[in-house]
């Protein structure tokens, strides 16, 4: 037994040399040891694949910056702002950032919890993934993908979102802006303002190719699902099997927007379960570019009506608008507890 145990201790110190032994000639050569094992520190810029080893805790400006095509992987860690301002994890868009992936982690209590934007003079495609986060708590939007939008300015720009927890933050959950955007499989619950936001097309892209699927949007302090457009009047995107329930505002409201909008369910709304007002931007009816269909969605419940449509738009059939609701039964629905919701590997934490 004596013996066994010092072999496995000359097994262990073996093991442990040549581990040192690994990491010293690769310092020698030029390489660099994976990112996880240095530190990082609140308001680093991010060049390499990173994962984190530790919660970053109070940091008083921005939490982390993208500076290269990286994934960078929080490691379950808390990613904490100090309440004051900053944004979690910001990615500026430029043609040394075209591939980016945030992931598996919390973000809370910045201004804004993830931002994505972009250089105007950027000419490349840039693809943005954000997924498995819990980004809550922070005093404006949860995430927010804004490109500048300058005429023009060239290159193709879309962001994933998805399989997050987006709660409780001051404005709105998650807004992206223009096209080719896709929103699936989140959980957006208890923010101050709209659920999701889809938002202001330009001349050049339009607000199209969105696709928001699956997702939970509860109790949130306006619309459930917005996608608005009053600058172009091309704008079809695709919007489908989404729970929309007890938020303040209307379920889904289509705003100088059209699009498919398929097997939604939007129950105890404050107002319309389903309002397509094409007329909010320039056009007169559903058509020239703002064709809506809506096809298999139910309605129920809601505090004004169950689906609002401006004339034009196309019935696809067998959709439901039951039992309206007054706007104080849906407010009182809205104040009842909320089951535990939950985002991939991120767990929404305690108020």
């Given amino acids: 037994m004596f013996a066994d145990a010092c072999g496995s201790a000359a097994r262990s110190r073996k093991g442990k040399a040549l581990a040192a032994a690994v990491i010293a000639v690769l310092a020698m050569a030029g390489l660099e040891t994976p990112a996880s094992a240095r530190d990082v520190r609140c308001g680093d810029v991010i ?9 970053l805790l109070d940091c ?8 290269a095509s990286v994934t960078l ?11 004051d301002g900053g944004v979690g994890i910001v990615s500026h868009a430029t043609d040394r950032v075209e591939r980016v992936q945030i992931k598996n982690g919390t973000v809370r209590e910045f ?27 922070n005093a404006g939007n949860g995430i927010s993908a804004s490109y500048g939008f300058i005429p023009g300015g060239g290159g193709q720009f879309d962001t994933t979102v998805e399989r997050n ?13 223009g096209g080719q955007n896709t929103v699936a499989r989140n959980t957006l619950v208890g923010n101050g303002g709209g659920g999701l936001v889809l938002n202001f ?18 109790a949130n302090g306006g619309d459930g699902i917005t996608a608005e457009s009053h600058t172009f009047p091309v704008s079809i995107n695709q919007i489908e099997r989404n729970d929309v329930i007890a938020n303040e505002r209307d379920g889904i409201w289509l705003a100088g927007s059209g699009g498919n909008l398929e097997r939604n369910r939007t129950h105890r709304n404050g107002d319309d379960g389903i ?11 559903c058509s020239r570019g703002l064709e809506t269909t809506l096809r298999r969605n139910a309605a129920n419940r809601n505090g004004d009506l169950g689906i609002e449509a401006d004339p034009g738009f ?31 590997a991120a767990e929404l934490p305690p108020s």
């Fill in 275 to 285: 309002d397509v007002d094409c007329r909010f931007g320039f056009a007169p009816t």
């Fill in 111 to 137: 201004r804004t919890g993830v931002a994505i934007g972009r250089d105007p003079s950027a000419s490349r495609t840039h693809h943005h993934l954000v997924t498995q986060l819990a980004v809550v708590d």
């Fill in 60 to 67: 008083p400006g921005n939490g982390l910056e993208i500076g």
């Fill in 47 to 55: 060049t390499e694949d990173t994962k984190l080893n530790e919660d």
């Fill in 73 to 83: 992987d929080l490691g379950g860690h808390v990613i904490d702002g100090d309440g």
């Fill in 314 to 344: 196309n019935d696809g059939g067998r959709n439901t608008a039951r039992a309206t609701a007054t706007r104080l039964s849906a407010w009182a629905w809205r104040a009842r507890s909320l089951p535990a919701v939950r985002a991939g």
């Fill in 201 to 218: 097309a330009t001349r050049v892209t339009g607000l199209q190719g969105n696709l928001v699927r699956n997702n939970r949007v509860i």
């Fill in 165 to 177: 927890t987006v709660a409780r933050n001051g404005a709105q959950g998650i807004v992206l802006f």
